[in-house]
Every structure is written in structure tokens, then in C-alpha cells.
């Protein structure tokens, strides 16, 4: 099956934001001299979240409510997940350590909706 021009743009912008976390991650790793790597982890933790919520789910949903409450929910688990993987390696709780999470959920969950969305085009 051969890829609509929009079809493979949506697969590269979900690799994209689903990359984008694990490209901050080995940034403060290379910045640190290899020292810190808690990123990774919280970035694992996050993609770990949304990919739950989405097998979980399955990937067949056609309804615009249900995809917008599937993201909510990836969005929220993978924050959560990031957050406490985050707390584990030793972070303190604060505004720095949410606005991660949050972000590193965000990508992990709009990378997810970004996927199903190039599927649709393809079907």
C-alpha cells in the first residue's frame, strides 16, 4: 500500500513528538558529561504511559469524543508516569519537575494521536 504525501507526513510528525523527549533527554546527558541521565528514564516512563492507555483502548476508535478522550487519558497517565519516575530518581517535587512531565507526556501522547491519525489516512 503506498502512503498519501499527508499519510507519511503524519507518520514523520509522530515520530517527531515522539522522539522529542528521549532528544531532550540526551541533550541534559551530553550537557552533563554523561552524569545525568533521569531524563531518559522520565522519558520512558511517559511514552510507557501513553503506549498503555493506548493498548488498552485499542486502536480502532472512529468517534471524534473518543479520540479526544483517549488523548486526555494518555496525556494523564503518561504525566503521572513521568512524574513519579521523575520522584523515584530523586527529583524534587516542583514547577520544573511538572512542566517536564507534562511536556514529556504531551509528546508522548500527541505522537500516539499524530499515528492514528496517518493510519486513518492510509485505510
Known amino acids: ?37 533521569r531524563y531518559i528514564w522520565v522519558a520512558l516512563a511517559a511514552l510507557g504511559g501513553a503506549t498503555a492507555v493506548a493498548a ?18 494518555m496525556f494523564v497517565t503518561a504525566t503521572l508516569l513521568a512524574l513519579l519516575a521523575a520522584l523515584l530518581l530523586g527529583t524534587i517535587f ?6 517536564v512531565a507534562s511536556a514529556f507526556g504531551f509528546c508522548s501522547a500527541a505522537g500516539y494521536q499524530f499515528h492514528v491519525l496517518a493510519l486513518d489516512q492510509e485505510a
Not at 57 to 72: I, K, P, S, Y
Open 56 to 73: 488498552a483502548a485499542g486502536l480502532h476508535r472512529r468517534r471524534l469524543n473518543a479520540e479526544a478522550a483517549l488523548f486526555a487519558a
Open 94 to 99: 516542583g514547577t520544573g519537575v511538572m512542566v
Open 1 to 37: 500500500m503506498k502512503r498519501s504525501g499527508r499519510g507519511w507526513g503524519l507518520h514523520v510528525l509522530s515520530s517527531v513528538f515522539a522522539l522529542l523527549p528521549f532528544a531532550f533527554a540526551l541533550i541534559r546527558a551530553v550537557g552533563t558529561g554523561g552524569q545525568d541521565l
